[in-house]
């Protein structure tokens, strides 16, 4: 099994900051890797698919990179509203994994 | 607008098998070419991956639940359905179906206690 190791598994910071999260997979799942937003009681949103892109409707200072191993999910500038749990996934492999999720908080 | 809404029971007995509905509203499982799933989370912990099937019934299934889940899809009625059987306390979590292998459209989520 492919298994996805996300951290930090939280972080408080700022309205206004840069926060990034990483995720290793255990193998190389090429650019397979989703990237959602969970509130607490709310299904969880898609924000990014194939690592890098933009789900329709998701604000611009959300961002993803990576390929192969390493990923890492961007919130350029953090806002009030982007306080949530945020989890990295991936598909490439049966079956599915997600890391174990990053509390964000603001200070 | 598609929408998903999981329906079942909330509170089942350990040993007893869970069946959970995932009613799709705004397009038609038949029609469509996506994957459904049912994906979990158990109370102050993260997300679990339980399974997902295709349109035409073919399924795949987490290996840590595998011998106790099985989905199915009612084209007729417009839902796909999950069972899991023998269940214990660990299985208490919130339920949750999505659309999609990048899980892009999800249900609200249903609470399932297990407890006698």
């Known amino acids: 099994d492919v298994q996805m190791t996300q951290s930090p598994s939280s972080l408080s910071a700022s309205v206004g900051d840069r926060v990034t999260i990483t995720c290793q997979a255990s193998?190389?799942?090429?650019?397979?890797v989703n990237w959602f937003q969970h509130k607490p009681g709310k299904a969880p949103k898609l924000l990014i698919y194939d690592a890098s892109n933009l789900d329709a409707g998701v604000p611009s200072r959300f961002s993803g990179s990576g390929f192969g191993t390493e990923f890492s999910f961007t919130i350029s500038s953090l806002q009030p509203e982007d306080v949530a749990t945020y989890y990295c996934?991936?598909?490439?492999?049966?079956?599915?994994?997600f890391g174990q999720g990053t509390k964000l908080e603001i200070k | 607008q598609v929408q998903l809404q999981e329906s079942g029971p909330g509170l089942v007995k350990p040993s007893q098998t869970l069946s959970l509905t995932c009613s799709v509203t705004g397009d038609s499982i038949s029609r469509a070419t996506y994957y459904w799933n049912w994906v979990r989370q158990p109370a102050g912990k993260g997300l679990e991956w339980i399974g997902r099937l295709y349109s035409t019934g073919r399924a795949s299934y987490n290996p840590s639940l595998k011998s106790r889940v099985t989905m199915s899809v009612d084209t007729s009625k417009n839902h796909f359905s999950l069972n899991l059987t023998t269940l214990t306390a660990a299985d208490t979590a919130v339920y949750f179906c999505?659309?999609?292998?990048?899980?892009?459209?999800w249900g609200q989520g249903i609470l399932v206690t297990v407890s006698s």
């Open positions: 999505a659309r999609g292998i990048q899980l892009s459209i």
């Open positions: 996934h991936q598909y490439d492999h049966i079956p599915q994994a």
């Open positions: 193998q190389d799942i090429s650019n397979y």
